[in-house]
């Protein structure tokens, strides 16, 4: 496991509070877009790279989310996810998805929220963005829904490419995996729930893009 990286003060000078935040997948790609990041989660997160607060999200967003610039929600998906019907009750999870929207949006600022496709499916969540890592030269197939306060819109990326060789379907151990999303720092367990960072990176380049700024 790398170093973990230094919270330094980022070129464009805003502000992302980035919402169950678990390890830093979908905050890296954020501080690689300029932003300063600090993160929120209910459970320790030792090895998360920028500024961490151990809260409640809904109660931390609703408390402090107005004084950041963009604010992020990654609410739980065990309830929406797949695997949990193969593997367990989703009565067991909890709907996070409408009470994490009411409290980013009543903080007044854009927001954006991510989840598993089969949210989208379900018509819980818009899908804005639906992105894999297919899509950013990644060998990891990871599908995630990402919904914005401003609707989607900017650049377009190109198709997933899945083929045989794509980790997930060639297993090659968790280690594996963590590295090719780009998650270097996190241990191979913190890594099962992460999201590739070029995802947010992304999203973040296309806010800044609406905004006039330019991404780092």
Not at 56 to 62: I, N, S
Not at 166 to 188: I, P, Q, S, V
Request: proline letters at 7%.
């Amino acid at each position: 496991m790398s170093a973990r990286v230094l919270p330094l003060r980022r070129p464009n000078g805003l502000r992302v509070l980035d919402l169950c935040c678990g390890a830093g997948g979908l905050s890296m790609g954020y501080y690689l877009a300029g932003f300063d990041v600090t993160g929120v989660d209910i459970s320790p997160q030792p090895n998360y790279p920028f500024t961490f607060v151990q809260a409640d999200g809904l109660e931390y967003c609703a408390a402090y989310g107005r004084t950041f610039d963009l604010v992020h929600g990654s609410w739980p998906c065990e309830r929406y996810a797949t695997v949990t019907r193969w593997r367990g009750n989703p009565d067991d999870h909890p709907d996070l998805i409408g009470p994490g929207r009411q409290v980013m949006q009543a903080t007044g600022r854009p927001w954006v929220m991510e989840n598993v496709p089969e949210t989208a499916t379900a018509g819980l969540l818009r899908p804005d963005y639906l992105l894999c890592g297919t899509q950013f030269g990644l060998r990891v197939r990871r599908h995630r829904a990402f919904e914005t306060s401003w609707g989607g819109g900017g650049d377009l990326v190109p198709p997933c490419w899945h083929h045989k060789g794509l980790l997930a379907f060639e297993h090659k151990g968790e280690r594996a995996y963590a590295d090719a999303m780009g998650c270097t720092w996190m241990t191979n367990l913190e890594a099962r729930k992460a999201v590739p960072p070029a995802y947010t990176h992304w999203i973040a380049t296309q806010f800044l893009d609406m905004e006039g700024r330019n991404a780092a």
